[in-house]
């Protein structure tokens, strides 16, 4: 069992950049393959990045070439730098797990997810 603690999120304004961190506790993370969602109040939560566990990154086409998904075993911590920001990026951002080797794009897919974190872009 691995529990996640997201930090990060504050408000920004268009076009800056920022540095979300997923902290994990527990068993060790490089059994996890991880993702990063995002979700508006009323919408779908929805992917927008995920490493496996060999360091294969994915990425929704809204955030790619702007966001970079990274891990650090060592540290336990999964990262998210999203650059180029726009209004359409806030959100509440929540990173997930799950014991396999690669990622899925699905929330479904995941087991274990942190509380989240607020990112708000003001235009």
């Known amino acids: 069992q691995v529990q996640l603690v997201e930090s990060g999120g504050r408000l920004v304004q268009a076009g800056d950049s920022l540095r979300l961190s997923c902290a994990a506790s527990?068993?060790?993370?490089?059994?996890?393959?991880m993702g990063w969602f995002r979700q508006d109040p009323g919408k779908e939560r929805e992917f927008v990045a995920g490493?496996?566990?060999?360091?294969?990154?994915y990425y929704d086409d809204s955030v790619k070439g702007r966001f970079t998904i990274s891990r650090d075993n060592a540290k336990k911590t999964v990262y998210l730098q999203m650059s180029s920001l726009k209004p359409e990026d806030t959100a509440d951002y929540y990173c997930?797990?799950?014991?396999?080797?690669?990622?899925?794009?699905?929330?479904?897919?995941?087991?274990?997810w942190g509380q989240g974190t607020q990112v708000t872009v003001s235009s």
């Open positions: 527990g068993r060790t993370l490089s059994t996890y393959s």
């Open positions: 490493i496996s566990r060999t360091g294969s990154t």
């Open positions: 997930a797990a799950r014991v396999a080797l690669g990622v899925v794009t699905t929330k479904e897919g995941y087991t274990y």
